[in-house]
């Protein structure tokens, strides 16, 4: 029964066990929490109409769109 040699047999195949890449073990991602109160970055999409709606009185319209929501959020919690 002829079986493979576990260690290179040759000087190359030696050499080249030696550099071969090693596979890292990639960690699982940990989901951080964020702080209460804390703004977080985040991407959404708007209807134009409802940007310009908040945009139109200025600088401040992301801390607007901001507290709108958070009415909603406070008109209906979720038990």
Known sequence: MATTPRRPVSAMDAAEALFKPVKKVVAPAVEKRALPETKELVSIKLDSAVLHYFQDDGPGWQDRINDALR?????????
């Not at 009415?71 to 038990?79: Q, S, T």
């Open 71 to 79: 009415a909603v959020v406070e008109a209906n919690p979720k038990d």
